[in-house]
T-cell receptor, first 114, second 114 residues
Framework: DTAVSQTPKYLVTQMGNDKSIKCEQN?????MYWYKQDSKKFLKIMFS???????INETVPNRFSPKSPDKAHLNLHINSLELGDSAVYFC?????????????FGPGTRLTVT | AQKVTQAQTEISVVEKEDVTLDCVYE???????LFWYKQPPSGELVFLIR??????QNEISGRYSWNFQKSTSSFNFTITASQVVDSAVYFC???????????FGSGTRLLVRP
């Protein structure tokens, strides 16, 4: 069974479109995250939710809106896509604080904006 | 400010060689946690180790070993008798006490040639 799953795995779209990436974890974790990995492999946190509450929002353009309908899901909606949004987006989850609990990552969603 | 530096962008070795991946971190916190993650060509991120700032004991797990030195703010990772399957990008990461956020280094791409 996949612990953290993301759909879709690949997403190709045009500038200006709106798209969503879905994430689900079946580990019973309280905390979920979105990370962005750029073309140079640099990984940076975007958002974190704990028990459906937003706790980290890292200077991300407000075109990006996370939504957590329940503890097992954290979706990422992106409005008005730009070329610079092309990246791999990783969802992750953990039992709690990053210090104590390992973060489990999903397989990533490669977003290409043309 | 917190920061993780992995100065080695890419390392290439021949199978069975030992290789050390460097990680230097910056933080003013006295309590912090360090991690290593592996990202194989398939793209997923795999947790390798977590170490807190109060535990400077070196750790060995099979062919993997980690050397944590607070005096030099380093948390280096050594692979002994490297194998082709070790080829991946390796990330060092840092988090502080009571934080949900992992701060990643830029990664080191390791290529193990047969």
């Amino acid at each position: 069974d996949t612990a953290v799953s993301q759909t879709p795995k690949y997403l190709v779209t045009q500038m200006g479109n709106d798209k969503s990436i879905k994430c689900e974890q079946n580990l019973g974790h309280d905390t979920m995250y979105w990370y962005k990995q750029d073309s140079k492999k640099f990984l940076k946190i975007m958002f974190s939710y704990n028990n459906k509450e937003l706790i980290i929002n890292e200077t991300v353009p407000n075109r990006f809106s996370p939504k957590s309908p329940d503890k097992a899901h954290l979706n990422l909606h992106i409005n008005s896509l730009e070329l610079g949004d092309s990246a791999v987006y990783f969802c992750a989850s953990s039992q709690g604080l990053a210090e104590t609990y390992e973060q489990y990552f999903g397989p990533g969603t490669r977003l290409t904006v043309t | 400010a917190q920061k993780v530096t992995q100065a080695q962008t890419e390392i290439s070795v021949v199978e069975k060689e030992d290789v050390t991946l460097d990680c230097v971190y910056e933080t003013r916190d006295t309590t912090y946690y360090l991690f290593w993650y592996k990202q194989p060509p398939s793209g997923e991120l795999v947790f390798l180790i977590r170490r807190n700032s109060f535990d400077e004991q070196n750790e060995i797990s099979g062919r993997y070993s980690w050397n944590f030195q607070k005096s030099t703010s380093s948390f280096n990772f050594t692979i002994t008798a490297s194998q082709v399957v070790d080829s991946a990008v390796y990330f060092c990461a840092l988090t502080m006490d009571s934080s949900y956020k992992l701060i990643f280094g830029s990664g080191t791409r390791l290529l193990v040639r047969p």
